[in-house]
């Protein structure tokens, strides 16, 4: 799944990737180095391809295996009376013997077993691999999320700044009291604070990313400030809920170790069962010498003996044991239909958590546009009555802190909502590279003024 999905979207990327800078990185970009250098990601390819060789070695079982055995003896024979009396005789033998199961029903049910798991290994690499896009993704928005952060709080001690300087005049003018200056100094040395907050949270969260791609990212690309986020496809709740009760990959892979118990319990039950395989053999099986210290002795020609014949083994008495091992894979297979259930109810839980977290998402980041907005005018219209001296400079000061906050809380909603769409497609087992594409169709270079702390990026 993994290397096709990455195929489909090679042009889409490289489309992508030319629109960019040199310099500048895109979430596909990241997402391509995560695929090669996640160590997660490939610890669960490494135990896929494990697991799928369970199938070959039970089929093995089935099929017929020959062994040779060969051996050499030395015989060495003294008489009590006289132990310089002696003979000795030495002996070589050797064998081919050819068995193959005829009648096994433990190895069959361990067969069928086997590709139980192995299609339970194919459903974790595919999780491990939905886990992978909402972990880059996850990391990457949680880059820009605090550099969205940290911009906002250089605006705003910009503006606090500049704030504090007017203060400072109005009182070598004698306009004002000290108290605009202290207040001002006072929301200064709070935003301060904030901005050493916020380059910690954007020195861990760049960690995070680095430890997925194994290297500092650089400049990334950002969320387009006039991007409308898509809605649900379809926007149903009850189609996404149908949806994840089956394919959910949490409930296929319970599904599947439902079965894998199945199968173990039959296994056990086979302890009960006769078994029949054949037998052919040849070789030497005589221990004639090859020759002998005796002069007139004459070993002959050695024998070839060769058998061919059926084997039927019968279990009569295991001392309970094998019916213990059937209560307890029944206790174990009742335990797992109901973990099968729990993770049905967990899937649609899940489903209608994070569809309510796109649809109120959506919602909420209109509400902030327009809060935004407002907040701008509200400034606005402070400066303009601290100016004619209808406003003081707290007024200005709380318009300003207003602002950034409501820019800030904007541009948390809309990476949250964004994941919140992944989340939901991955909880109905539809994540795919393709949506990192889609995703990445929203990004776009930084502008040159974004370093600077002059532009928030909403």
């Given at each position: 799944m993994a290397k096709g999905g990455w195929f489909r979207a090679l042009p889409a990327f490289l489309l992508a990737a030319g629109a960019l800078p040199a310099h500048a990185q895109d979430l596909l970009q990241v997402w391509e180095k995560a695929l090669q250098r996640d160590p997660i990601y490939a610890a669960a390819r490494y135990s896929r391809s494990a697991d799928q060789e369970l199938v070959p070695q039970a089929r093995a079982r089935l099929l017929p295996y020959v062994t040779a055995e060969a051996g050499a003896g030395l015989d060495d024979t003294r008489r009590a009376s006289n132990l310089g009396d002696s003979s000795r005789d030495r002996s070589a033998l050797w064998a081919l013997t050819l068995t193959q199961p005829i009648i096994d029903i433990g190895a069959w049910d361990a067969y069928k077993q086997s590709k139980f798991i192995a299609g339970a290994a194919d459903v974790a690499q595919a999780a491990a691999y939905q886990d992978l896009i909402l972990r880059v993704s996850q990391a990457y928005f949680d880059v820009l999320a605090a550099q969205d952060t940290l911009r906002a709080l250089q605006a705003e001690k910009d503006a606090i700044q500049t704030q504090l300087r007017a203060a400072r005049q109005s009182f070598e003018l004698g306009s004002t009291t000290i108290t605009d200056t202290y207040e001002a100094q006072a929301r200064l040395d709070l935003v301060n604070a904030s901005e050493l907050q916020a380059r910690n949270a954007l020195q861990i969260s760049e960690d995070g990313l680095a430890r997925?791609?194994?290297?500092?990212?650089?400049?990334?690309?950002?969320?387009?400030?006039?991007?409308?986020?898509?809605?649900?496809?379809?926007?149903?709740?009850?189609?996404?809920?149908?949806?994840?009760?089956?394919?959910?990959?949490?409930?296929?892979?319970?599904?599947?170790?439902?079965?894998?118990?199945?199968?173990?319990?039959?296994?056990?039950?086979?302890?009960?069962?006769?078994?029949?395989?054949?037998?052919?053999?040849?070789?030497?099986?005589?221990?004639?010498?090859?020759?002998s210290n005796t002069s007139n002795s004459d070993p002959g020609p050695r024998s070839l003996e060769s058998s061919i014949g059926l084997r039927l083994t019968i279990p009569l008495f295991a001392g309970g044991g094998i019916s213990s091992q059937v209560r307890e894979q029944a206790s174990r297979l009742q335990q797992a239909r109901y973990e099968f259930e729990s993770a049905k109810r967990q899937a649609v839980q899940d489903t209608q958590r994070y569809f309510s977290g796109v649809t109120s998402g959506l919602a909420q980041v209109e509400v902030l546009r327009a809060a935004e907005q407002s907040s701008r005018a509200a400034l606005d219209a402070n400066l303009t009555g601290y100016q004619v001296g209808v406003r003081v400079n707290i007024d200005v000061l709380n318009a300003q802190q207003q602002l950034y906050e409501t820019q800030r809380s904007l541009a948390r909603a809309r990476y949250d909502t964004l994941m919140s769409s992944l989340r939901l497609k991955a909880s109905s087992g539809i994540l795919k590279s393709e949506d990192i594409v889609a995703l990445n169709q929203l990004l776009s270079p930084r502008p040159a003024t974004a370093g600077n702390g002059k532009t928030t990026g909403q």
């Amino acid at each position: 799944m993994a290397k096709g999905g990455w195929f489909r979207a090679l042009p889409a990327f490289l489309l992508a990737a030319g629109a960019l800078p040199a310099h500048a990185q895109d979430l596909l970009q990241v997402w391509e180095k995560a695929l090669q250098r996640d160590p997660i990601y490939a610890a669960a390819r490494y135990s896929r391809s494990a697991d799928q060789e369970l199938v070959p070695q039970a089929r093995a079982r089935l099929l017929p295996y020959v062994t040779a055995e060969a051996g050499a003896g030395l015989d060495d024979t003294r008489r009590a009376s006289n132990l310089g009396d002696s003979s000795r005789d030495r002996s070589a033998l050797w064998a081919l013997t050819l068995t193959q199961p005829i009648i096994d029903i433990g190895a069959w049910d361990a067969y069928k077993q086997s590709k139980f798991i192995a299609g339970a290994a194919d459903v974790a690499q595919a999780a491990a691999y939905q886990d992978l896009i909402l972990r880059v993704s996850q990391a990457y928005f949680d880059v820009l999320a605090a550099q969205d952060t940290l911009r906002a709080l250089q605006a705003e001690k910009d503006a606090i700044q500049t704030q504090l300087r007017a203060a400072r005049q109005s009182f070598e003018l004698g306009s004002t009291t000290i108290t605009d200056t202290y207040e001002a100094q006072a929301r200064l040395d709070l935003v301060n604070a904030s901005e050493l907050q916020a380059r910690n949270a954007l020195q861990i969260s760049e960690d995070g990313l680095a430890r997925i791609i194994a290297e500092r990212p650089g400049e990334l690309a950002m969320l387009k400030p006039d991007t409308r986020l898509p809605a649900p496809d379809p926007n149903r709740l009850d189609d996404w809920t149908v949806q994840s009760s089956h394919a959910n990959l949490g409930v296929v892979r319970a599904d599947l170790a439902a079965k894998v118990v199945e199968k173990e319990m039959d296994i056990a039950k086979s302890g009960h069962y006769p078994s029949l395989q054949l037998e052919a053999q040849t070789g030497s099986a005589t221990n004639r010498g090859i020759y002998s210290n005796t002069s007139n002795s004459d070993p002959g020609p050695r024998s070839l003996e060769s058998s061919i014949g059926l084997r039927l083994t019968i279990p009569l008495f295991a001392g309970g044991g094998i019916s213990s091992q059937v209560r307890e894979q029944a206790s174990r297979l009742q335990q797992a239909r109901y973990e099968f259930e729990s993770a049905k109810r967990q899937a649609v839980q899940d489903t209608q958590r994070y569809f309510s977290g796109v649809t109120s998402g959506l919602a909420q980041v209109e509400v902030l546009r327009a809060a935004e907005q407002s907040s701008r005018a509200a400034l606005d219209a402070n400066l303009t009555g601290y100016q004619v001296g209808v406003r003081v400079n707290i007024d200005v000061l709380n318009a300003q802190q207003q602002l950034y906050e409501t820019q800030r809380s904007l541009a948390r909603a809309r990476y949250d909502t964004l994941m919140s769409s992944l989340r939901l497609k991955a909880s109905s087992g539809i994540l795919k590279s393709e949506d990192i594409v889609a995703l990445n169709q929203l990004l776009s270079p930084r502008p040159a003024t974004a370093g600077n702390g002059k532009t928030t990026g909403q």
